[in-house]
């Protein structure tokens, strides 16, 4: 079944640590995404990539960094450097170089920080 | 910039009772605009889209129709069930609005009482 997977489910991580969520996706989407929800903010978006090796910033990028070596893979890695880690954060794809088409999210993680 | 308003939640509502949800969207041009559906402890799901004014999205007894003249993009459905309970968010699309992802409101948690 094609789809997107995120793990871990539940993340926890002690202040000062970097930590890396990842996102595969086999439905051969080129776009994918990064959200952060927050309770009654709805979502946010973090980073996006369009191609492998090539990404851009969303509107609360400070604190986060990604990578896209591969179509497949856009893990998201949150540094020392965010203030307010704790959040549940989604992972999506598209198929076109934008979204409008379907976005398909995956199950997400959840990060706490302790 | 772009913005999505829907109404406050928790929304209670008996089963088969009918529903509506606003959305309210602020942008230029003409975005694209999404209801998606997320249920406990999952990523979200599209639930219906429309692309362009005038458009009806539906699916699963779920409706809404792109309303340019009132910047609305409004969730209804006739008669829901229990297993409708979940967070619903609208979302929209814009091209050269800013960072190149969907833009959610805050999300209505729905909560069908049998």
């Known amino acids: 079944d094609g789809g997107i997977t995120q793990s871990p489910k539940y993340l926890f991580r002690k202040e000062g640590q970097n930590v890396t969520l990842s996102c595969e996706q086999n439905?051969?989407?080129?776009?994918m995404y990064w959200y952060r929800q927050d309770p009654g903010q709805g979502l946010r978006l973090i980073y996006y990539s369009q191609i492998v090796n090539d990404f851009q910033k969303g509107d609360i990028a400070e604190g986060y960094s990604v990578s896209r070596e591969k179509k497949e893979s856009f893990p998201l890695t949150v540094t020392s450097a965010q203030k307010n880690p704790t959040a549940f954060y989604l992972c999506?794809?598209?198929?076109?170089?934008?979204?409008?088409?379907?976005?398909?999210f995956g199950p997400g993680t959840r990060l706490t920080v302790l | 910039g772009d913005s999505v308003t829907q109404m406050e939640g928790p929304v209670t509502l008996s089963e088969e009772a009918f529903l509506t949800i606003n959305c309210t969207y602020t942008a230029t041009g003409y975005p694209s605009l999404f209801w998606y559906v997320q249920y406990p402890g999952e990523g979200l799901q599209l639930l219906l889209k429309?692309?362009?004014?005038?458009d009806k999205g539906s699916n699963k007894g779920f409706e809404a129709t792109y309303r340019k003249e009132t910047t609305s993009f409004h969730l209804e459905k006739g008669s829901v069930q229990v297993s409708d309970s979940a967070v619903y968010f609208c979302?929209?699309?814009?091209?050269?609005?800013?960072?190149?992802?969907?833009?959610f409101g805050k999300g209505t948690h729905l909560i069908i009482q049998p």
């Open positions: 429309a692309t362009k004014a005038d």
């Open positions: 999506a794809s598209t198929g076109l170089a934008g979204p409008t088409d379907t976005q398909y």
């Open positions: 439905l051969n989407h080129d776009a």
């Open positions: 979302a929209l699309y814009h091209s050269g609005g800013g960072a190149d992802g969907l833009t």
